[in-house]
T-cell receptor, first 112, second 112 residues
Framework: QKEVEQDPGPLSVPEGAIVSLNCTYS??????FMWYRQYSRKGPELLMY????GNKEDGRFTAQVDKSSKYISLFIRDSQPSDSATYLC????????????FGAGTRLFVKA | DVKVTQSSRYLVKRTGEKVFLECVQD?????MFWYRQDPGLGLRLIYF???????EKGDIPEGYSVSREKKERFSLILESASTNQTSMYLC???????????FGQGTRLTVV
């Protein structure tokens, strides 16, 4: 079983839809949770960063962490064609170790 | 604007060749990383360096080596390229181990 599971998609939605992207994980020791966005032929860039449980909102994006269920989500409101990208979840232990585990990424298409 | 620059966007090499992938960052970060990204597998850590001349193996170091002679430069070396090393290679740097990773644009390597 992979430490982090993420549905690769592709996920196709119409412009303006609410998008929900999810990851599950197996290691309850993870404390830092991240979402990266990767446009085609580019490197990933950090979108959201959360420590421990709870919600974090930034504009149209909301990151949610449920440590009891070992489940994290990224919500995109009023999705735009420019949101079309691959979204990778990532998590790390927070003990000073260098290991960040990445999900495989979900490919999102937002149709105009 | 922070920058991680990889020397090549696309490379085609022959089986058995020695291949050098170069990465330079201008943020004075101690920590630098090499990942490979394959469909369905996400980002997998090859090697990590936390200081000049210091390195740690990641999850898949076999067939690779690294060099960190200067703080800003981290090189990935494929001693004898093989077709199963055809992949997207991503370099990243971090100020601290659990902070944001800044990625280069990636090098798509094809070994024929």
């Amino acid at each position: 079983q992979k430490e982090v599971e993420q549905d690769p998609g592709p996920l196709s939605v119409p412009e303006g839809a609410i998008v929900s992207l999810n990851c599950t994980y197996s290691n309850s020791a993870f404390q830092y949770f991240m979402w990266y966005r990767q446009y085609s032929r580019k490197g990933p860039e950090l979108l959201m960063y959360t420590y421990s449980s709870g919600n974090k909102e930034d504009g149209r994006f909301t990151a949610q962490v449920d440590k009891s269920s070992k489940y994290i989500s990224l919500f995109i409101r009023d999705s735009q064609p420019s949101d079309s990208a691959t979204y990778l979840c990532a998590m790390s232990l927070g003990t000073g170790g260098f290991k960040t585990i990445f999900g495989a990424g979900t490919r999102l298409f937002v149709k105009a | 604007d922070v920058k991680v620059t990889q020397s090549s966007r696309y490379l085609v090499k022959r089986t058995g060749e020695k291949v050098f992938l170069e990465c330079v960052q201008d943020m004075d970060h101690e920590n630098m990383f090499w990942y490979r990204q394959d469909p369905g597998l996400g980002l997998r850590l090859i090697y990590f360096s936390y200081d000049v001349k210091m390195k740690e193996k990641g999850d898949i170091p076999e067939g690779y080596s690294v060099s960190r002679e200067k703080k800003e430069r981290f090189s990935l070396i494929l001693e004898s390229a093989s077709t199963n090393q055809t992949s997207m290679y991503l370099c990243a740097s971090r100020r601290e181990l659990n902070t944001e990773a800044f990625f280069g644009q990636g090098t798509r390597l094809t070994v024929v």
